[in-house]
């Protein structure tokens, strides 16, 4: 059973950083893509920045040059960087994994942690 791990979610003032972090239970070697995902409440869930197994990421525009995402193959563990926080980024966060495994496309989703900026 493939786990996806969050954390580092909580209340920030507007203008702050938080880094959020996505521990996986196998080599994220094994994905093809990882990413982060948001939902605001009442909201469809969006992707916010993802990466790929040789390293090229992509951004919503909403979060471009404020958020980084980086891996660290050795951990096993993707990370999500977000500065200059607005009220606008408040959500809940999900870490996605994408893996082809046995010829079967497989999508793994953590349980989330929540963030939310003041104004």
């Known amino acids: 059973q493939v786990q996806l791990v969050e954390s580092g979610g909580g209340l920030v003032q507007a203008g702050g950083s938080l880094r959020l972090s996505c521990a996986a239970s196998?080599?994220?070697?094994?994905?093809?893509?990882m990413g982060w995902y948001r939902q605001a409440p009442g909201q469809q869930r969006e992707l916010v920045a993802v990466?790929?197994?040789?390293?090229?990421?992509n951004y919503a525009d909403s979060v471009k040059g404020r958020f980084t995402i980086s891996r660290d193959n050795v951990k096993n563990t993707v990370y999500l960087q977000m500065n200059s926080l607005k009220a606008e980024d408040t959500a809940v966060y999900y870490c996605?994994?994408?893996?082809?495994?046995?010829?079967?496309?497989?999508?793994?989703w953590g349980q989330g942690t929540q963030v939310t900026v003041s104004s």
């Open positions: 996605n994994g994408k893996s082809l495994d046995w010829g079967t496309n497989n999508d793994y």
């Open positions: 196998r080599s994220i070697f094994s994905f093809n893509v």
């Open positions: 990466t790929t197994i040789t390293g090229r990421t």
